[in-house]
Structure formats: structure tokens, C-alpha cells
């Protein structure tokens, strides 16, 4: 079941890890082994979840890289589904 307007998993990542840990953007980036760039782009919704971060999120907050990456498919996917009707395809079923 597709959520209806997820937040973008940065967001979230925004909200319910590095605010509550009073971490900013820098500590965090630099906890997670990536750039304050990268990091901000992905908190401000320009990058989404890789496997090779949703893994960094994992180790650093909890939760599992599965389930990370489900926000993010759920993100991209409700995205999608609103140009639905611009996807043309061939009906073979």
C-alpha cells in the first residue's frame, strides 16, 4: 500500500535522528563518513537513500537498511504514481 505524500526520508533523518540527538548537519556527516554536502543534500531532499547509506543509517541510528530504503521507494513511488497517466505503455495482459 503506497503512503499517501511521504516525507522525503531526509526529513525524517532530520527530524527523528539529528534533532533529537542535538547533531548537526557536520557531526552527523562526519558519524555517517560522508560529506557535510552530501548529507545536506540528502536532509534537503536533492538525493535520496542508497543502499550504501541506508546501511551508514542503520549502523548510526537503528532501524534496518531495508527499512530505509522502504522510505525511500515509497517516496520515489508516490512521486511517480502523480505522472502516472504520462507513462505510456504497450497493454500485453
Given at each position: 500500500m503506497v503512503m499517501?505524500?511521504?516525507p522525503h526520508p531526509g526529513k525524517v533523518i532530520?527530524?527523528?535522528?539529528?534533532?533529537?540527538?542535538?547533531?548537526t548537519v557536520t557531526e552527523a556527516a562526519k558519524g555517517l563518513c560522508v560529506s557535510r554536502k552530501t548529507l545536506?543534500?540528502?536532509?534537503?531532499?536533492?538525493f535520496g537513500i542508497s543502499p550504501q547509506m541506508a546501511?551508514?543509517?542503520?549502523?548510526a541510528f537503528g532501524g534496518s537498511p531495508e527499512s530505509w530504503l522502504i522510505q525511500q521507494?515509497?517516496?520515489?513511488?508516490?512521486?511517480?504514481?502523480?505522472?502516472?497517466?504520462?507513462?505510456?505503455?504497450?497493454?500485453?495482459?
Open positions: 499517501h505524500n511521504p532530520k527530524e527523528l535522528c539529528l534533532e533529537p540527538l542535538g547533531l545536506s543534500a540528502l536532509l534537503n531532499g536533492r546501511i551508514r543509517l542503520s549502523k521507494t515509497h517516496y520515489d513511488l508516490w512521486h511517480a504514481l502523480q505522472h502516472e497517466d504520462d507513462i505510456k505503455v504497450k497493454i500485453f495482459a
